[in-house]
């Protein structure tokens, strides 16, 4: 059974850094493609970012050149470094990764705010 655990989250200020991370049992992610995506309530879940099995990122153009994903296959975990929060990247976010369905994490809070 794929299970997938974020955490990482926390309330900082707008301009600060935060790293999440995806930390997957039930599963070897090296085969398969992943992604972080987010949640404000009353939103539809939006992606952030995309990673192939191949290594290739994707990014939503509202975080690029502020957030990188990387995963570690070694680790069987992936990473989302999060620079130059802003207020509007307040969210729910969770990380997904694709083997025949959609698997999901329960999600992790960032709030920022000044």
């Known amino acids: 059974q794929v299970q997938l655990v974020e955490s990482g989250g926390g309330l900082v200020q707008p301009g600060e850094s935060l790293r999440l991370s995806c930390a997957a049992s039930?599963?070897?992610?090296?085969?398969?493609?992943m992604g972080w995506y987010r949640q404000v309530p009353g939103k539809q879940r939006e992606l952030v970012a995309t990673?192939?099995?191949?290594?290739?990122?994707g990014y939503a153009d509202s975080v690029k050149g502020r957030f990188t994903i990387s995963r570690d296959n070694a680790k069987n975990t992936m990473y989302l470094q999060m620079n130059s929060l802003k207020p509007s990247d307040t969210a729910v976010y969770h990380c997904?990764?694709?083997?025949?369905?959609?698997?999901w994490g329960k999600g992790v809070l960032v709030t920022v705010s000044s």
């Open positions: 997904n990764l694709q083997r025949g369905i959609d698997h």
């Open positions: 990673i192939t099995s191949d290594g290739a990122t």
């Open positions: 039930g599963t070897i992610i090296g085969f398969y493609n």
